[in-house]
């Protein structure tokens, strides 16, 4: 039998995809990794036979953002699916270059408003592409804190934190995973979590919801199998991933990503997805992204 893995090729999610891969590959199933942000596979996953040997990675862009992005898609997100389960949760986090944010005495979140609102325009974020969860981070904040500061779109989340880090860009509101390292070795400093309260991760960072109730946008990701896949076999995919979701090693690997492992039933993953779907048609429409 051929088992089929299609996973993201970069970024964030190509760190989140070893896991899948190493469970994928003790059962004799071949991981391949695909370009194109996550979307080539997830349209493969939603195109093969219901047979069980072909599962893929779901996650926010592909699933809840991508629909209201683009007129069309080759998928339905919602009805071409079978979830499997949640994997992991990541926060997004306003991060700020540490000499910039010397230079112009910001410490916190407070002083960071202080300061844009102050100086409309003179700040700039960078993201990994128009209609990005970091782009969408970024507008929705702006908005809400009534500040404005110019947006400027990368190919991907590790280009827009190297301009952060060479002075190009201010500030972005990417996940904490594509962050971290730079968090870590005090090149930048984390200013606010992007999640309702703040991640355990972070502990002493404040959540934005803090200052402005109801902002939250936050990186997932998940397992899908195609819509007709039978519920026995969906199940039997459950218990092998949750499994190994639950296991001391796998939690260690994730937190060294600050990564949180979210395990859950299938109707638990099917209800967040369609919940994400609804929700982010209003963040994408107030956000102003536009693809095509």
């Known amino acids: 039998m051929d088992r089929r893995l299609f996973l993201h090729a970069t970024g964030?999610?190509?760190?989140?995809?070893?896991?899948?891969?190493?469970?994928?590959?003790?059962?004799?199933?071949?991981?391949?990794?695909?370009?194109?942000g996550g979307g080539i596979g997830v349209d493969l996953v939603a195109k093969a036979p219901p047979d069980g040997l072909t599962i893929g990675m779901a996650a926010v862009a592909m699933h809840a953002i991508n629909p209201w992005l683009f007129k069309k898609l080759p998928y339905d997100a919602i009805k071409d699916f079978a979830p499997i389960t949640q994997m992991v949760r990541i926060p997004n986090v306003l991060v700020m270059n540490a000499e910039t944010a010397k230079?112009?005495?910001?410490?916190?979140?407070?002083?960071?408003?202080?300061?844009?609102?102050?100086?409309?325009?003179k700040l700039s974020y960078a993201s990994g592409g128009n209609g990005s969860g970091g782009h969408l981070a970024g507008e929705v904040f702006k908005s809400k804190a009534g500040i404005y500061a110019v947006h400027i779109p990368y190919n991907g989340g590790a280009p827009s934190q190297l301009a952060m880090l060479s002075g190009t860009v201010d500030y972005t509101l990417d996940n904490l995973a594509t962050s971290g390292a730079n968090i870590r070795a005090g090149k930048v400093i984390p200013l606010a979590v992007t999640t309702p309260q703040r991640s355990p991760l972070l502990p002493n960072v404040p959540a934005i919801a803090e200052t402005y109730p109801g902002f939250e946008i936050?990186?997932?990701?998940?397992?899908?199998?195609?819509?007709?896949?039978?519920?026995?076999?969906?199940?039997?995919?459950?218990?092998a991933f949750v499994g190994a979701l639950e296991s001391a090693e796998i939690k260690t690997k994730f937190a060294g990503m600050m990564a949180e492992p979210v395990p859950t039933t299938p109707e638990q993953f099917a209800d967040l997805i369609k919940r994400e779907y609804t929700r982010y048609e209003g963040v994408v429409k107030a956000s102003g992204a536009k693809v095509d």
């Open 12 to 36: 964030a999610a190509a760190a989140v995809a070893a896991f899948p891969s190493l469970v994928f590959a003790q059962a004799g199933g071949k991981p391949i990794r695909l370009g194109g």
């Open 103 to 121: 230079r112009l005495n910001i410490t916190d979140l407070k002083s960071f408003l202080a300061y844009a609102k102050a100086n409309p325009a």
């Open 218 to 239: 936050d990186t997932w990701w998940g397992l899908i199998a195609p819509a007709a896949t039978p519920k026995d076999v969906v199940a039997r995919l459950n218990k």
